[in-house]
């Protein structure tokens, strides 16, 4: 990132949140600087060429969905030559366009190739309904949603392909990056975490590149009233579907398995003065949309739920209408960081400043994780009697935003460093039993015990 968009940011993020904040979130970035050497490479000609002659997974049929709209002739170009280019070649292109002008009609129309498909719309219904057009001429068995001015790289439908085929999933998704105008600086890349309930939950992380499964999203279609974030309620009403026929029994199957994670970079999200990823201002109306889908994902939940923007714009918190764990049977136990000097003691964090936001602000966000500290727990009354067989011990909350003093043998191992390893591994031994039957825990950040 350039040092003008660092200090746009900055800008942007003192008057939101004052200039303390904007002081630590600056330090940050100059200090941890993640992924800062980044660059993107593509695949080379010789994996490129065997994936080209790789014809094992031919038989999944890719719909990009492109809805355009006034797009700029050099960003309509490189979109098309980036469908092109790609390795895996069983796609059709189709772009639902609702310009005045023929910029995007003219430009496809040099193109002789016949999996690009032209939809000329009598006028211009925003992102919803020009995608919910191309939608209905749409053959394929999944859909991708590529924005009117980003860029696939050529592995990204063949990487699609061999992860679907395994499973055939509802939905996957990629890792992504940022390029800027002229597509040919990357930076910025956002490596993913696998499906992670509770921080989608906090913003829309799976993003792009994404593909849905052709009948979902035929029945679902993109709903105009979230313009702006209707990828994010697209993910949302398709996780709460598959939540709630897991919570009745009517899916066997996981959740984690129908939605699945490709752990590369196949997208490109271009940066310019008016887009999300470069200026969040300007696109204020679509966090609100985030935030309405949030609401509308909680409702259908049967959650009661307070839902409202965290301090980083894109981000949310839900506060939950007295503990989390009343509402969310699926979570067996949830905790937050434990701190010495400054700095998480314990955990996915360890060793990071607690004022830190964290790479890709996670620090700062619910998430599920596998590990929790038995310093900084509430665990679910229906798993309290594992909490008991593991630790010997009567379960007492020691969550801060419930109890604050620690029980007697927690700060009796605390005291010898064998006796800290002890309490580590039983926090170790805890959490995998907790998790075996697919039961996932929840980091809450706010809550944070300072040792």
Known sequence: MSLAQNIKK????????????????????????????????????????????DKRVSDIKFSILVPAYETQAVYMNALIESCIAQTYDNWELVIADGSEKNTVKNLVSKYQDARIRYIWLEKNNGIAENTNQAIAFATGDYYGLLDHDDLLTPDALYEMARAIQKS??????????????S????????????FNLDLLLTNNYICHFMTVRADILKKLQIRKEYDGSQDYDIILRIVSNLLIKEKERKEARPI????????????????????????????????????????DFASRMGWKVDVRHNKHLGFYRIEYGDSILTHRPDLAAVGGFVAKHGKVVSGIYQGQPLLYAGYMNRMDLYQNTKWLDLRNMAVNKAYQSVYEEVTGHSYISTLTTEKKELPQW??????????????????????ARLTENGARLLLDPVCVRKM
């Open 168 to 181: 055939r999933p509802i939905l996957a998704y990629s890792d992504e990056d940022k390029c800027d105008i």
């Open 410 to 431: 927690i700060q009796e191992l605390e005291r010898t460093a064998e006796g800290d390893k002890k309490l580590m591994e039983l926090g170790e031994k805890l959490c």
């Open 256 to 295: 984690e398995e129908s939605i699945v994670h490709v752990p590369k970079v196949l997208y490109h999200w271009r940066c310019h003065e008016n887009s999300t990823a470069d200026n969040p201002q300007s696109k204020m109306y679509a966090y609100e949309a985030g935030k309405k889908a949030l609401i």
């Open 10 to 53: 900055t800008i942007n993020y003192s008057k939101k949140n004052g200039y303390g904040e904007a002081v630590v979130a600056a330090w940050e970035r100059v200090t941890a600087k993640y992924y800062a050497n980044y660059d993107y490479h593509a695949p080379n000609e010789e994996i490129l060429a065997r994936q080209r002659a």
């Open 183 to 194: 597509g040919r600086h990357f930076y910025d890349p956002h490596f993913k975490l696998d």
